[in-house]
């Protein structure tokens, strides 16, 4: 078997060209979003989020209302508890992060032993399960990942000054509250998207990893983006072929593919380190704020 038809094989089924493009989908946006989640600092607010949404998603089973639609609201009103928590001046961003995962991954944990059959059901929503993505699926997310980035798009500017500069922002008027509450929308449409494909619980490895990877061999928000993206792409596809070749599990092995591609980052940036003769970390905050201000 050649290299070519190794790659091609697996999509000469509908269903797995199906999977592919969700794929693509959720590897171009989750590594959008993520660039701003690593870049402030919130990768543990992802990672409580993808477990948060549990709730949302047990509860729409429950009562019989879309999955999207309660994973949505969970993210969105977990983002929304964590804000009001950290308005108390003693509690600080991570304890409330903590505080609301706690609450929201209990309740779900909750609502899943109300009904014998529903843990068996969710599981491919907790774990991925791409290969079962219908035209259906595709619609939702392509329509979904279009409003994320059309509001990254229309935030661009907002979000690169609240986050290199957030004491400046609010002097010259933008409304840094509101943009902190767009990036949370943001994360709960990525998590939505991810369900499908890497699952819950993996989500954050797709919303993370690429956009940390990207971080290692770049100080530009644009550049950072385009590298992260194409990381994103690579290991969807990437993982969806192996899974097919080595009858892995998909979610699984997709996370672990960009964790390949880290790895690959981290070993660049080292190299690059022993060259320059000092570590890129001491001058790339500065000269990402400066090259974007």
Do not use: C
Request: aromatic letters at 6%; charged letters at 10%; zero cysteines.
């Amino acid at each position: 078997m050649g290299a070519l038809s190794w790659l091609t094989e697996p999509y000469h089924s509908a269903f797995m060209r199906h999977a592919a493009m969700v794929a693509v989908l959720v590897g171009v946006l989750a590594p959008t979003v993520g660039v701003w989640v690593v870049l402030r600092r919130l990768a543990y607010l992802g990672d409580a989020m993808s477990h948060g949404t549990l709730a949302g998603v047990a509860g729409a089973y429950l009562i019989g209302a879309s999955i999207t639609v309660g994973a949505l609201a969970a993210g969105v009103t977990m983002g929304l508890l964590v804000a009001v928590l950290e308005r108390q001046r003693r509690v600080s961003e991570d304890s409330a992060i903590g505080v609301v995962e706690t609450l929201m991954f209990a309740s779900g944990v909750i609502l899943v032993s109300r009904n014998d059959s529903i843990g068996v059901d969710l599981t491919h929503f907790l774990f991925g399960q791409i290969v079962t993505a219908t035209r259906h699926d595709l619609a939702v997310n392509g329509l979904l990942t279009l409003v994320a980035l059309l509001l990254v798009g229309v935030a661009f500017r907002d979000l690169r000054m609240t986050t290199f500069d957030p004491a400046h922002a609010a002097q010259v008027g933008i409304p840094v509250g509101a943009i902190g509450t767009v990036l949370i929308v943001l994360i709960s449409i990525t998590v939505v998207v991810s369900l499908s494909t890497v699952g819950l619980l993996m989500s954050v490895a797709m919303l993370i990893t690429p956009a940390a990877a990207a971080r290692l061999v770049t100080h530009q928000v644009p550049t950072m983006t385009v590298v992260a993206v194409g990381i994103g792409v690579a290991s969807a596809l990437g993982g969806l072929t192996l899974s097919y070749h080595f009858s892995t599990p998909p979610g699984p092995t997709i996370a672990v593919v960009t964790v390949g591609w880290f790895a690959l980052a981290a070993g660049w940036s080292a190299i690059d380190n022993r060259r320059s003769g000092k570590p890129r970390d001491e001058t790339v905050g500065r000269a990402m704020a400066a090259s974007e201000g």
